[in-house]
């Protein structure tokens, strides 16, 4: 059986603003429980590396690029949405439990 093939993320946020701290767990949150280690994420703060929103075009922040698996997927805006968030990633959504 081949393994599932590793999702390359790139997460790209400003500095540790409470947007950019929420942006961050959310994201790891999400890749731990559907994706449980076979990913890769990257955090790129555009304050320490602003060249880099020129160079990968990123209009947005924060934004999450799924890289790999292909196709490439783009997710900008707001990361507490999961349902937003996993549909963006190309997972499947979880189940909505209402009190």
Do not use: W
């Not at 076979?38 to 990968?56: G, K, T």
């Amino acid at each position: 059986m081949t393994p599932p093939e590793k999702y390359v993320l790139r997460l790209y946020v400003t500095g540790l603003t409470p947007r950019s701290t929420r942006a961050i767990t959310t994201v790891r949150d999400v890749c731990e429980r559907h994706l449980q280690g076979n990913y890769d994420l990257e955090i790129v703060d555009v304050y320490q590396q602003p060249a880099r929103v020129s160079r990968d075009q990123i209009f947005a922040i924060p934004t999450l690029v799924k890289c790999q698996p292909a196709p490439q997927r783009i997710v900008i805006g707001d990361m507490t949405d999961r349902q937003r968030l996993l549909f963006g990633l190309g997972l499947p959504f979880e189940e909505r439990v209402d009190a």
